[in-house]
Structure formats: C-alpha cells, structure tokens
C-alpha cells in the first residue's frame, strides 16, 4: 500500500490507511491514548488503544514509523479525521532524546543549543518557518526575473584577486597558489551583462567578518541581479520592486502554513517604492532631529530607522529608496551623478528601519574605471582581468544584491540572522 | 521612446523605434551599407544611407548604440523587417578589437584563448548555447522538484572537517583556524530530510582534482537531491526520471533558440529508465568482450560505453541505470542490498555512453554508520558532528547529484567540459 502524507487523511475516510513519519508526541489521557505522527504536510492523530497503549513506551518522540490503520471522521481530531487500529513499525530505532521538546509550540533553549542541534530544532514549525519562507522568496525571485528576460548565471566563487575591498577576504590554498573565496559575484555578473544583458545570480559569498554580531555572517546567500541599457539607477530600483512584489507573493502563495505558524503578515510592496535623495534625506532627520548634519557622507543606523518611520507616515510604506549616496562613500565602479556633483547613482533601500540592499548604476566605460581606481589612489594592476570586461562594448547597466538571510530576519523579525540561517558561519562556529 | 527588442520588430512596421545593442557586424555592398545590431533577443537588420555610410568607420563591431529608425517590411530581411533612416549614439566608446569575430558562426580561436575572452566569446551564438540550455535545465531541475514536495536550500560551503573521501579537498584559513571548502552538500541534506523529508540544492562544489583533463575541474556546480521515506534507491531512481525529463522539457520550452544556434536534438527521456543490475552489466559485457571480469568492482569506461550502446540496441533508451554496485566500491554511507551480500543499493546512471550520476539509499541507523565506519578501518572521531543527525530519527533515505556541467557537455557534445563552464577553475586557471 502506498504512503499517503497527513494533509490527504480527509480523502480517505472509511479506508486503511498507511502513513509514515516521526512521531511528534504522545498523549496518556485516562480512557485513551493518543500518538501525533508528523509528516512533511502536517499533524495526523492516531488513537492508539488498550492493547497497544503500554507499546507507545518504545516510541519515545522523534521516531521514525511507518503506521497502517483506518481512517475514521472525528469533528474533534485536528482535520476532522484521525486514524484508529494502528500498527506500526519502527524505521531507524527509538530516537534518542533531545535538549528540547519538538512538539513545543516555542522551543526551550538559547540560540546556541538550538544551533548545534539545527537538524532537529528545524523540526518545530515555528523554527522551520523562515526556511520555507526563504525557499519561496527565492522561488520568487527567480520567476519575476525569468519573466523579465533574464538569464540565470553560475559564476566562480574561487577568484585570484582579492579586489571589491580587499580585506574580510578568506584565502584559500590552490594547488599551491593563493586564491581567495569570492565575496560577491560582482564582477562576474557585470561581464555577463555584455552576454545576456540580464542576469542574476543565488549563491554563496563569502565574508571574513571579524565582527561578532547578531547581523554578520561569515557565508550567506546572495540574489544578484545585473542589467544593461539602463537610463539610469531608476530603472534598476524599478526591477527590485518587481522582485520584492515577485518574492513576497511567492511566499504568500506557496508558504502559508509557515505564515500561520509563524504568525506573520507579510507587507504590501507599493506600486512604486517611494524615493528620497541622500542630502533630502539628512536634511529632513536634521529638521525633525535638531541634528547638524552638514557634509556628512552616510547614514546613522537611527537617521534609517527615522527615515523608514517618516516613509510609512508620509507614504504608507515600509520600504524607502534613498538614492544619490555620496560617490566618496560608494564602491570605486558607483556610476556618479552627472547633474550633482559629489553624489553617485548609488542607493540603498531601507525596510522596516534597516538598510536591506545596496544597488547602483555602474560605471560602463573603460576610461572612467582607470579615473576612478587611481582618483582612489588604488594601482589598477589587480584589476586589469575585470577592466577588461570594458574595452570591448558594455552597456550602461547596474544592479544589486539582496541577502537572503537578512531580508528573511526582517520578515520574521528575527533579532539574530542566525535565527534563519541553516548552519550558520562565523567567527566562532564552524559545525555542524 | 522606450527601447524594443529585435524580437518586436515585425509589430511596429511603419513606426519609428528605438533599437539599443551590439553592432554585431558592418557590411558595405555596392549601393548599400548594413549595420547588423545584435540584443539579447536576436538580430535586427539596419540599412544606412549614402550620407550616413562613411560614419560606420566609427563603429567596429561590438560597439554599444542606442539607435532610432523607422521599421519597414521587406522580405529580403532577417525576421521580414528592416529599419531604415537610423540615427544612433554610441554609449560606451568604439570596441577595441577581439582576437575573433563574433559575428561568425563558429569562433576561430582555440579553448584557451575563447576562455580567456569568456565574456566576448559568449557573445557568439553558438557559444552561449551551452549557458542557455544549462539556465532552462537548472530551472526545469527544480520546478520538477517543487512539483514532487521538495525544499530547496541552502547549506555551507565552509565546513570544519575534511569528510566524505578526505583527499582533494580545498583549505581555508579560517579566523586563523583551518576550514575546507565542501566536496558535496551530501552530510547537509541528509540532515534537511529529518527536517524537510525531501531537499534539494543548486550551489557550487569544490574537487582539489590534481589532474588536468577533459572533465574535471577544480569548482562545478552540483544539482542536488535527497528524499526521505524511501522503500530502496528505485524510488531515487524514479525522481531521477521525473527530474530529467523535466530538465529536458523545460529547455525545449525556453531554449529554442539556443538548440537551433547549437543545431542540437534533445534526448527523449523514457517512462522508465531501464536498469540492469551491476553483476549482470559485468555478465554482458564479458559475454559480448570475451573479457573475463570475475571479481571486477567497477565498471571501466569502455564497459560503460558498450553498456550505453547496449541499452539503445535493446531499450531504444540513451540512458541506462546500472544498480548495485559493489559497497565496497561505493562511500561509506551507502545502503547495502539486503538480499545481496556484497552488492549495494548505489547506481549509476548512464547517458550516451558516460557515467553521468551517481545515486543510492544511504544508511539512516546510528548504529549502521558505526559499522560501516570502523569496518573500513577509519576512525569515526571527524564524523562526529554527522553522525549525530542520525541518532534522532533519521528515515530510510536516499538521493543523487547531477553535475550541471557535465550533463551539459554531454547534450551538446562538447569535448571539454570547460567549453560549457562560464569560467572554469583547474589546476592552471583561476583567471579571469
């Protein structure tokens, strides 16, 4: 007989039934006991009867059974249905027990405990939640750019110059030589531009943060989009609110049980994601603050969490572009802004009081690179593979890079990005 | 006026567009000049003026133009349009010269030089194919899995020991501590199926492979999968199925004009894959060799081209599943056949004459792993943090990778896999 998962029981009433999974719980009440089996779809109720009550000892939580009974309606069993005559057999022994309860509607135990023991701490809905919200996002993200004629691009993540920033940069031993761990695919995406036009890009990057907080990881995912012919920024700003309308869809459409056992809503995304320049933006907080902020070249952490405020007051908006950040600020190939001088073509977008994402028009010309690497008193030697991309026809484009992990710690409102990433790397971890 | 495609052409005859890409070639007849433009859709068919025609001296192929003109119907055109009258900027400065023409058919350099010139190289039909296929194929790899109750996720790529088979693998320094980059995500999703039930990944692979060859290299990119509740790897072998023929289906969706540039035919995938068991693949081969394979554990190259060409005489089929192979020939988790001392439940799967995967059942008991472990004289200390997923209820699993270059380079019959790769990595290259 074939294995039907816990969500189908309501089609099979009246018939045997053979379900498969881990036991979730059981339940000694007085007159009858239960055993909760769970599958990949859900819960299912098996009441398990005098006969068979004393074998539910051998069946501590988080073993693995493979159960045959008959499925009979019940208004009060979770679904309207449960199982009853079970017998069973036990698929990889009595599960060992836990530093937690799976079944725990919250889990009882600090972040550390529940990272070491990731492979079955996911097992709790609630944990599990992000992951299947990330998996739809990503879902998303890949479809909305799919319609937008882009091209999905796998690019090297072991690269022989250590250039972007230079330092936080892992080195790797390559059959002798030094290479180093890619921390974005950047340059790469930029040269596929002159290929495809668009593309985008999931995949790991790689971070030697030294820093020890609750948003730095030393390896996370990375959504990277890069796409030629463009006006300007504006058009790349355009393409991210079709990926955030395209992921948080996906999610409302494939994720629901992770919403609800979560407990979340997912925002709005607006039609148009409202837009501020950087020196709009400091004089507003330096209105609304008292705060001198003359010549300064970045944003606090609390002028964001102001701004974003202010974008949901004046806008009904949780999301907020702040564009024209000063080129001095920026990363060397930022396209400036030929109509201001100082500012650049480069913007973040703020969700929910935090920068989410950097993106920018690149510089597209060859000549404009060298101005820029040397303006910035860099030699441009280590980056004579990349300038190459440039001498032969490249179209003005630009781009830009979510991370996986923090967009989903902000949905979730996670206070630890590690909350939702699956086996989190840093400083000090390195297993499981 | 927004920018159409070459594609859009044939709906706006009679109006004036805006046109934007490569000028792919200049040709200077007689009584007429042709600037052939080249965007991510195709070709688009440019008549210049006697007035305009001397200015193409300005634009050497590859040059990016934003170019407006009217389109007029003429049969004698690419697509059945032309566009007349043009008047164009130049948006990146004229190209600098390739070491090839693009415009040609079949670029005339050798590997070296085309990897060396990836980014230009590709720009060549022909040699985009590859790149195009491979986009629609990963996309069709995991709607199918979407589609079977898979989750896709994200597993590191650092890991704190150098397990699964120990040599070619990678070294990081790590914070000042020694990490590996990962061989597989095999440990990984083994443990997403105590989570998950069913996983799967896309996401790089790093081989330390000393050996510089036609097929390997140095970082590839690995599809996947593992499925738990399994009753033995026929189950693996039957999602495998589901996979390539959604793989396969999903790039004659997309990609049709990337099989017309690649003149290529895509294999037909049959309802079931024909399957022969390891002993009897030996028992054929000698048969029909007059070899004497007594004893042999694997199966040698030419053993597996007879057997591919076997099983299109016999199966009509390109592919050929070939089960239970020797254990001890297999990784240590492999699951053994039961019925069959000595045998495993791990295949191959053959395709036009390679192996191209390799699949099995894995082991799921705590106690199993131990044995097999010490059985093989290792110690099972460094498998410690593996072994662990295993002692919560772990359910009979199992699962597979397909190397995405590799089955590639066999679609479109490339002698080298590094043809297929958008910038491979091996023992010499690292750049660009």
Do not use: C
């Amino acid at each position: 007989m074939n294995r039907i998962l816990s969500s189908e029981l309501a089609g099979h009433v009246g018939a045997t039934v053979r379900l498969a999974g881990w036991v979730h719980r059981r339940r000694q009440l007085k007159s009858v006991a239960f055993l909760i089996l769970r599958d990949r779809a859900g819960l299912a109720q098996v009441v398990v009867g005098e006969a068979a009550r004393e074998s539910l000892a051998d069946l501590p939580e988080e073993t693995v059974v493979d159960l045959t009974g008959t499925a009979v309606a019940n208004p009060a069993a979770p679904g309207g249905v449960e199982v009853v005559d079970p017998t069973w057999t036990v698929l990889s022994g009595a599960a060992e027990p836990l530093p937690f309860d799976v079944y725990r509607p919250e889990l009882r135990a600090g972040l550390p405990t529940l990272l070491d023991a990731a492979p079955f701490a996911l097992r709790n809905a609630r944990q599990r939640a992000p992951f299947e919200l990330a998996a739809a996002g990503v879902a998303g993200f890949r479809s909305t750019l799919d319609g937008l004629g882009f091209t999905e691009v796998h690019t090297p993540k072991l690269v022989g110059y250590a250039t972007e920033s230079g330092a936080n940069v892992f080195g790797v031993d390559y059959f002798g030589r030094k290479a180093y761990l890619a921390q974005s695919p950047q340059f790469y995406k930029q040269a596929m531009v002159g290929v495809f036009e668009r593309v985008y890009e999931v995949g790991p990057v790689f971070r030697a943060e030294p820093h020890d907080t609750a948003r730095h990881l030393a390896e996370y995912t990375s959504l990277d989009a890069e796409l030629g012919f463009v006006q300007d920024h504006r058009d790349v700003v355009r393409v991210i609110r079709e990926v955030f309308a395209g992921m948080i869809g996906t999610m409302a459409d494939r994720a629901g049980a992770a919403l609800a056992a979560a407990d979340l809503t997912l925002p709005d995304v607006p039609a148009e994601l409202p837009t501020v320049h950087f020196a709009d933006a400091l004089d507003l907080v330096g209105r609304a603050t008292g705060e001198d902020l003359t010549g300064e070249q970045d944003l606090a952490p609390a002028h964001e969490r102001w701004l974003s405020a202010w974008a949901e007051r004046e806008h009904g908006s949780e999301w907020l572009v702040v564009e024209g950040y000063p080129t001095a600020k920026r990363a060397f190939y930022t396209h400036p802004d030929p109509d201001r001088p100082g500012y650049s073509r480069g913007f973040d977008l703020l969700f929910r009081g935090l920068e989410l994402i950097s993106g920018a028009q690149r510089l597209h010309r060859y000549a404009d690179y060298v101005d820029a690497i040397t303006a910035r008193g860099e030699d441009i030697a280590p980056y004579a593979s990349y300038l190459e991309f440039f001498r032969h026809g490249m179209p003005p484009h630009g781009g830009f890079a979510i991370g996986l992990e923090r967009f989903v710690a902000r949905l979730t409102g996670a206070a630890n990005v590690r909350e939702v990433t699956l086996f989190p790397r840093d400083l000090h971890r390195l297993t499981p």
